[in-house]
């Protein structure tokens, strides 16, 4: 399995992101500052993910949330209620 994820930064409410095949394992990454991208506004919430059965669907994602803004303002419309809580 593969997931495309959004994380929430407390400190700054930046949002960030990724995709990955051990979700637990990479949230744990972002929350320790081993990710360089992530580091100075930790810590993090998760506050949404999607799987996928192949990593190259949830690499495609990945990029359209990252090229398209328009497809990350629509994920952005969807969630409303995970982004605004604590």
Known sequence: MFC???IKSAKSNQLYFGSTNDPRRRF???NSGLSGHT???MPYKLIYYEAYGS???AR???LNLN???NAFNQL???IVA???AN
């Open 4 to 6: 495309v994820y959004v």
């Open 82 to 84: 995970s982004l605004k």
């Open 67 to 69: 090229l398209r803004a």
């Open 55 to 57: 990593e190259e669907d």
């Open 60 to 62: 495609t994602r990945e």
């Open 39 to 41: 580091k100075k506004h």
């Open 28 to 30: 744990a990454e972002h």
């Open 76 to 78: 952005k419309r969807r």
